[in-house]
């Protein structure tokens, strides 16, 4: 199936280019898939300030960080500390956000996931996120500096070629850091 679902961070772009790689690639719905949707050292990049610089390009703004957040408030998400994404790809609101990614794509609707960060495969964009839409035949387009990396390419990068489960023990991959 063709993806019409692309992914992109931050980092610490200016908003002029941010918004320029969204325009690049017809971007209509901008998913916030950051748990916190601020950032402290990027300013422009808080909620209210991006929905409305979003809006002046006719792009909309969703935050969906609750749902597709890489840092779940439901601490069933986490093993040792760290988000087990595994855990996180089984619960219910994570499935339903999932199915409305899919019914998006079949409809052919042109959707960012943004996260803060700028490498895809530091991000759960490409882990928890692109992981869960390659079971549907959707392989996300991660856009990073002057073209995209498919999905399937972002984590044979992260893996090394090696598999996913002897890489990062029996639950498969997980958050670099321990948050609990």
Known sequence: MMSTIYSIGHGNKKIDSF???LIKYDIEYLFDVRSSPLSKFNPQFNRPLLQEDLKEHSITYIYAGEQLGGLPKDQT?????????????TKKFFQEAIKVLVEANEENMKI?????ESNPSECHRSKLIGQELLKHNISIKHIVPNKIKEQKVVIDELTKGKNIENLFGENGLTSRKTYI
Do not use: F, P, R
């Not at 960012?112 to 803060?116: H, T």
């Open 77 to 89: 998400c986490y093993t040792n500390g760290k988000v087990d994404y595994s855990k996180i790809a």
């Open 112 to 116: 960012a996931l943004m996260c803060s």
């Open 19 to 21: 918004i320029d790689e």
